[in-house]
């Protein structure tokens, strides 16, 4: 039944309710009324007979002489004795004087002026008994109940309760009718509410809190373990690009399409879920593992071909991360966490698809542990700074140096930066370490600018840094604090930071700019090396990557490079470090180049702030040997002996 029959059912069924209390009620007061009614009137015939009589007294030959002996609108009369109860006079009718002894049975002793009904052969009668003045007599006067009076009474309401009813019955439609509209309205908008807070906007699929759901409500239904649930995450590449160069609607148009393709790639009973940015997940119930493979084929194959938007054709692709109940996990979220692991593996693998295995999990719990550990690290000042010093190659004099960050943990030992500060970008930690190497930094700089004179502090700083956007701020606090030369700070964000949100890092850059603090471009040549965007922003310096610089003397194609790299740097006024200077040729092909500066191993290995101290001491021009100085270096990055978490 439909919630308007319902609520019409109902609400007629209330309102006939308490019609018919109310007429059940205005019948029992009708009845009540009536009985009275009539009650006085009896009383009343009494009185108009006793008061023909002499008031003195009268006999009782005068009193029958005047009692009607005939029936009198159904009334009768009889003399009763006050004192003995005797019936003293008699009616006509037998039929009466019968009646009249059954009432008189029925009341018993009878006193004064009183009233009541008495039940005879199925029939009320009324009676009233009154005190005749001057005499020891009772007149009692009986007529039968005859209805008439009630159904005179109802008579009168009769209409008034038929258009009471009329108007309930009314109301209950037109009530009903508007609850069951307002009821649906809201019905419709809960839903509305609830479909959206469950599914992407743009997609309509399940967002990520379903996805979890799903995955929840397949694994009840498997909950014998039977049977195998696959959770694949999709990463879609290159959204980032098509969003920045051809705009959002472009990027949402694909995304809609991706949706589709996935869907249409799967069974009926697999399911499409919009994890969130670029990623989507699809969760594919009593599968067999041995399938995985072809899935993933599949899957990746709905991509393959070219995605037509407006007049454009794109193609995308994607990896896989997948994981699988209940082999890999037993709950939804853990689920979600090794397809991510999986996914992840295969991204820094290179490879299409990763299905999650154990030996990643424990990879990853080093590295949570590790992370914990740096956050302690930081907190507990047991990070350090080595620096390494940049050549000026026109003076022979050390013109700068490079802070690099060095972490010897408590149990693993030495940890290359490469480790920590992929986990500290991951983790978000990089925010705190770079405030920590920012404020040391120049602070050491403010220390050697009194000593020594000149000399320039280059900071890294990682992509993730370009959004902090109290960077600039900090900065200018320290630089403020320490009274260092804002030119005197210079700081190296790699090219695929600056490229990975160039909105973001443009807004930033212009701000650092703005302070007067010079900005290099690390590992020059390994990322976009679009130098369109050279032009664009606040860039003061670039330096060349040592993948380039360390074989030059035997590379003739790196060689080429660098040379055009410095030409055309000098070409847009940016002074050049090479850095990677292993060896003596090389720094002296980068001094024919007018390279101006230089940085490696061949020169000075990073090292404490207290053995650059001793060398910033020397007068002299120096060209720096290793043996000058105490190697505090000496395990190199990414040597076996540096801690790698799996
Ligand atoms: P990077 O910025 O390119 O730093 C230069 C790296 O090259 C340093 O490695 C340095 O020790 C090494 N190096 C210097 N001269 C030579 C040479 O002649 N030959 C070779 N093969 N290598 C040389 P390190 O210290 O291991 O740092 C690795 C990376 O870690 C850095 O690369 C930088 O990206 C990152 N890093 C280090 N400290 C920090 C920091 O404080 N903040 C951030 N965000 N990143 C840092
Ligand atoms: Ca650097
Ligand atoms: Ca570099």
């Given at each position: 039944?439909?919630?308007?029959l319902?609520?019409?059912?109902?609400?007629?069924?209330?309102?006939?309710a308490?019609?018919?209390?109310?007429?059940?009620?205005?019948?029992?007061?009708?009845?009540?009324?009536?009985?009275?009614?009539?009650?006085?009137?009896?009383?009343?015939?009494?009185?108009?007979?006793?008061?023909?009589?002499?008031?003195?007294?009268a006999?009782?030959e005068?009193?029958?002489?005047?009692?009607p002996?005939?029936?009198?609108?159904?009334s009768f009369?009889?003399?009763i004795?006050?004192?003995?109860?005797?019936?003293l006079?008699?009616?006509?009718s037998?039929?009466?004087?019968?009646?009249?002894?059954q009432?008189?049975?029925?009341?018993g002793?009878?006193?004064?002026?009183?009233?009541?009904?008495?039940?005879?052969?199925?029939q009320?009668?009324?009676w009233?008994?009154?005190?005749?003045p001057?005499?020891?007599?009772?007149?009692?006067?009986?007529?039968?109940?005859?209805?008439?009076?009630?159904?005179r009474?109802?008579?009168?309401?009769?209409?008034?309760?038929?258009?009471?009813?009329?108007?309930?019955l009314?109301?209950?439609?037109?009530?009903?009718?508007?609850?069951?509209?307002?009821?649906q309205?809201?019905?419709?908008?809960?839903?509305?509410?609830?479909?959206?807070s469950?599914?992407?906007?743009?997609?309509?699929l399940?967002?990520r809190?379903?996805?979890?759901?799903?995955?929840?409500?397949?694994?009840?239904a498997?909950?014998?373990?039977?049977?195998?649930?696959?959770?694949?995450?999709?990463?879609?590449?290159?959204?980032?690009?098509?969003?920045?160069?051809?705009?959002?609607?472009?990027?949402?148009?694909?995304?809609?399409?991706?949706?589709?393709?996935?869907?249409?790639?799967?069974?009926?009973?697999?399911?499409?879920?919009r994890?969130?940015?670029?990623?989507?997940?699809?969760?594919?119930?009593?599968?067999?593992t041995?399938?995985?493979d072809?899935?993933?084929?599949?899957?990746?194959?709905?991509?393959?071909?070219?995605?037509?938007?407006?007049?454009?054709?794109?193609?995308?692709?994607?990896?896989?991360?997948?994981?699988?109940y209940?082999?890999h996990?037993d709950?939804?979220?853990?689920?979600?966490?090794?397809?991510?692991?999986?996914?992840?593996?295969?991204?820094?693998?290179?490879?299409?698809?990763?299905?999650?295995?154990?030996?990643?999990?424990?990879g990853?719990?080093?590295?949570?542990h590790?992370?914990?550990?740096?956050?302690?690290a930081?907190?507990?000042?047991?990070?350090?700074?080595?620096?390494?010093?940049?050549?000026d190659?026109?003076?022979?004099?050390?013109?700068?140096?490079?802070?690099?960050?060095r972490?010897?943990?408590?149990?693993?030992g030495?940890?290359?930066?490469?480790?920590?500060?992929?986990?500290?970008?991951?983790t978000?930690i990089?925010?705190?370490l770079?405030?920590?190497?920012?404020?040391t930094?120049?602070?050491q700089?403010?220390?050697?600018?009194?000593?020594?004179?000149?000399?320039t502090m280059s900071?890294?700083?990682?992509?993730?840094?370009?959004?902090?956007?109290?960077?600039g701020?900090?900065?200018?606090?320290l630089?403020?604090?320490?009274q260092?030369?804002?030119?005197?700070?210079?700081?190296?964000?790699t090219?695929?930071?600056?490229?990975?949100?160039?909105?973001h890092?443009?807004?930033?850059?212009?701000?650092?700019?703005n302070?007067?603090v010079?900005?290099?471009?690390d590992?020059?040549?390994?990322g976009?090396?679009?130098?369109?965007?050279?032009?664009?922003?606040?860039?003061?310096?670039?330096?060349?990557?040592r993948?380039?610089?360390?074989?030059?003397?035997?590379?003739?194609?790196d060689?080429s490079?660098?040379r055009?790299?410095?030409?055309?740097a000098?070409?847009l006024?940016?002074?050049?470090?090479?850095?990677?200077?292993?060896?003596?040729?090389?720094?002296d092909?980068?001094?024919?180049?007018?390279?101006?500066?230089?940085?490696?191993?061949?020169?000075?290995?990073?090292?404490p702030?207290?053995?650059?101290?001793?060398?910033?001491?020397?007068?002299?021009?120096?060209?720096?040997?290793d043996?000058?100085?105490?190697?505090?270096?000496?395990?190199k990055?990414?040597?076996?002996?540096?801690?790698?978490?799996a």
């Open positions: 039944m439909s919630l308007r319902k609520l019409i059912a109902s609400f007629v069924t209330a309102s006939l308490i019609v018919l209390i109310f007429s059940a009620i205005s019948y029992n007061s009708a009845k009540n009324y009536s009985h009275q009614n009539e009650l006085d009137h009896a009383h009343k015939n009494n009185i108009r007979l006793i008061d023909m009589l002499d008031t003195k007294g006999t009782l005068q009193i029958e002489r005047m009692i002996h005939h029936k009198e609108n159904d009369y009889i003399v004795d006050a004192k003995t109860g005797n019936i006079s008699q009616q006509e037998g039929e009466q004087n019968k009646i009249l002894n009432v008189i049975r029925q009341i002793m009878i006193s004064g002026e009183i009233q009541g009904i008495a039940s005879i052969q199925n009320n009668y009324f009233a008994t009154n005190s005749i001057g005499t020891s007599y009772l007149l009692l006067n009986t007529f039968r109940q005859t209805g008439e009076s009630v159904s009474f109802l008579n009168f309401i009769g209409l008034a309760l038929g258009i009471t009813i009329f108007i309930a009314w109301f209950s439609f037109w009530a009903a009718t508007i609850l069951a509209n307002l009821y309205r809201l019905a419709n908008q809960k839903s509305e509410i609830e479909h959206k469950r599914h992407d906007p743009l997609t309509q399940p967002n809190q379903s996805i979890g759901n799903i995955i929840q409500e397949a694994m009840i498997n909950d014998d373990k039977k049977e195998n649930l696959l959770l694949c995450l999709v990463d879609i590449h290159g959204l980032k690009e098509i969003n920045d160069s051809l705009g959002h609607e472009c990027g949402d148009a694909i995304l809609r399409q991706v949706s589709k393709r996935l869907d249409d790639a799967l069974r009926s009973s697999d399911r499409v879920g994890f969130g940015g670029d990623k989507f997940a699809v969760i594919l119930t009593h599968s067999k041995t399938i995985v072809e899935i993933c084929h599949r899957l990746l194959g709905s991509l393959d071909s070219s995605f037509h938007i407006e007049d454009r054709s794109l193609f995308i692709g994607a990896t896989l991360g997948i994981a699988y209940p082999d996990a709950n939804p979220q853990t689920l979600i966490q090794k397809a991510e692991i999986a996914l992840h593996k295969a991204k820094d693998s290179g490879k299409d698809f990763v299905i999650f295995e154990a030996q990643h999990d424990k990853n719990v080093e590295k949570l590790l992370a914990n550990d740096l956050r302690e930081i907190r507990n000042g047991d990070l350090e700074l080595h620096y390494q010093p940049q050549l190659l026109r003076t022979g004099k050390i013109a700068g140096v490079e802070a690099l960050c972490w010897t943990h408590p149990v693993h030495f940890i290359s930066p490469d480790t920590f500060i992929d986990i500290a970008e991951r978000g990089i925010k705190q770079t405030e920590w190497v920012l404020a930094a120049i602070k700089c403010a220390e050697w600018q009194k000593s020594y004179g000149s000399l900071v890294n700083l990682s992509a993730r840094n370009l959004h902090d956007e109290t960077l701020k900090q900065i200018a606090r630089i403020r604090h320490w260092v030369i804002p030119e005197k700070i210079c700081l190296e964000i090219e695929t930071a600056m490229m990975a949100d160039p909105e890092a443009m807004v930033l850059l212009g701000e650092l700019d302070l007067g010079k900005i290099s471009i590992d020059f040549g390994t976009y090396s679009s130098l369109g965007y050279l032009k664009k922003l606040p860039v003061d310096e670039i330096k060349i990557d993948s380039f610089v360390m074989n030059m003397k035997d590379d003739e194609n060689a490079i660098i055009a790299t410095v030409g055309l000098h070409d006024g940016l002074s050049v470090v090479a850095e990677g200077v292993e060896n003596q040729e090389s720094q092909i980068l001094q024919m180049l007018n390279c101006e500066y230089a940085q490696g191993y061949h020169i000075c290995k990073p090292a702030a207290e053995e650059i101290s001793r060398l910033l001491g020397n007068t002299h021009p120096i060209n720096i040997k043996s000058q100085l105490k190697n505090m270096d000496s395990i990055p990414g040597s076996s002996q540096a801690y790698k978490p």
